[in-house]
């Protein structure tokens, strides 16, 4: 029996870990917190909310004294941290935000389980979850190992970058039993529509215009949400502790290129002639600070830990755009309220 937190369950990929644990694991006690921000959703959960090992506690990570009486009361075994600010265009225009929940909130949780476990980590782990977005930007060649120098760029990966440090920092000051892993772009069903694919899924359907970052030439490596779950289990249980490990799909693409294709599957599964959407391609200007190239060397999980991504990405892009046709309620839902102001600041319509 051990009792895991996750943080940032309801959000995108942490709604993905909680199903995958709460489902795997019968043994475990599965303790959801998250604030609920704009980007967490308890809908995302609906189909293992009633499981008797899954509970959700609504919190916030940045409150300090909150967090100290949580672990006080439930002495968690393991710590799995996804709670986030998660989308750099927002860090750009409130980077306090980031720095309190990705930097403070971070520090707040280190410090609750440094606490309670005292010098005793036997069948303890904290996990971090963080980006490749900390390792900066590449040129036309080349991929982030896990001993590529951190250069972040933005608001929201300087804060994770940070938070990565602190992590870091604990194992080696106070010997606390942390892991963390840097994955490379999510994509698939549940994932907020202010990131690029389910914002251009959403905007093609309702033949709005996509608003396309400079020339559109930025490069993004994608992985199947699924997979990034698969890969958070097996470092969970069998990372070594002090270690870090990166996560990627191999999968590399242009925007323009991806864009292409997710308006050639739009158009028929709308029954659109081919093409019809192209015409809503818009180019903006350029986000700030816009990092040119992604791109993950996974080979340290692969050799260690035997992980590979299952989901083919011909096959995970084809799900997700049906997720979303599928799921028109929850797409309304999020996009309903503040999501229009977002909108209107950010794009301008
Ligand atoms: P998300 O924005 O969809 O979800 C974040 C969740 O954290 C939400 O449920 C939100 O309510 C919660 N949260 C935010 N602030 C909080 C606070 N102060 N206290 C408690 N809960 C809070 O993010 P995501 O895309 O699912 O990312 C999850 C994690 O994975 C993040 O740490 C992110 O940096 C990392 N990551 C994301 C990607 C990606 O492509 N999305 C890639 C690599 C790493
Ligand atoms: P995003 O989904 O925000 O992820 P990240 O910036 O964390 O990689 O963006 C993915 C790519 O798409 C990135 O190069 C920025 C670009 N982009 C656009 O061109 N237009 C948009 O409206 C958005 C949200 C992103």
């Not at 369950?9 to 995958?20: D, E, K, N, P, T």
């Not at 069948?123 to 896990?146: N, P, Q």
């Not at 502790?241 to 599964?269: A, V």
Request: hydrophobic letters at 35%; charged letters at 25%; proline letters at 4%.
């Amino acid at each position: 029996m051990k009792k895991i937190l996750i943080t940032g369950g309801a959000g995108f990929i942490g709604s993905h870990v909680v199903r995958l644990f709460v489902n795997k694991y019968p043994d475990y006690q599965i303790y959801n917190l998250d604030k609920l921000t704009y980007a967490g959703n308890l809908e995302n959960l609906s189909d293992v909310d009633k499981m008797p090992n899954y509970h959700f506690v609504k919190g916030d990570i940045v409150d300090a004294a909150f967090i100290n009486q949580l672990f006080e009361k439930e002495r968690f075994d393991g710590v799995i941290h996804l709670a986030a600010e998660s989308h750099v265009d927002r860090s750009i225009t409130n980077p306090m935000e980031f720095i309190f929940t990705n930097v403070v909130g971070t520090v707040n949780l280190l410090n609750a389980a440094k606490t309670i476990w005292k010098d005793n980590y036997e069948g303890k782990r904290f996990y971090h979850i963080s980006t490749d977005e900390v390792y900066g930007a590449l040129g036309d060649t080349g991929s982030f190992k896990e001993t590529t120098p951190y250069s972040p760029h933005s608001p929201y990966s300087a804060a994770k970058a940070s938070s990565d440090h602190f992590v870091r920092a604990y194992h080696d000051t106070y010997g606390l039993p942390t892991v963390i892993s840097n994955c490379s772009n999510n994509y698939g069903p549940n994932q907020f529509p202010e990131k690029l694919i389910p914002l251009f899924i959403n905007n093609i359907k309702h033949n709005k215009s996509l608003p396309v970052y400079g020339k559109g030439i930025n490069v993004r490596d994608w992985l199947y949400v699924v997979d990034h779950a698969r890969a958070i289990d097996l470092i969970f249980h069998k990372g070594k502790t002090g270690e870090t490990y990166n996560i990627g799909g191999n999968n590399e693409w242009r925007n323009i290129d991806l864009i292409k294709k997710l308006i050639e599957i739009m158009d028929r599964k709308l029954g659109r002639p081919e093409g019809t959407s192209l015409a809503l391609i818009t180019y903006v200007t350029d986000r700030a600070g816009h990092d040119l190239r992604y791109a993950i060397d996974a080979s340290k999980l692969r050799a260690e830990l035997g992980w590979e991504p299952t989901i083919k990405f011909d096959e995970g892009f084809e799900k997700t755009v049906e997720w979303y046709l599928a799921n028109e309620a929850w797409l309304n839902n999020v996009t309903s309220g503040s999501y229009q102001d977002y909108y209107k600041k950010m794009y301008g319509e």
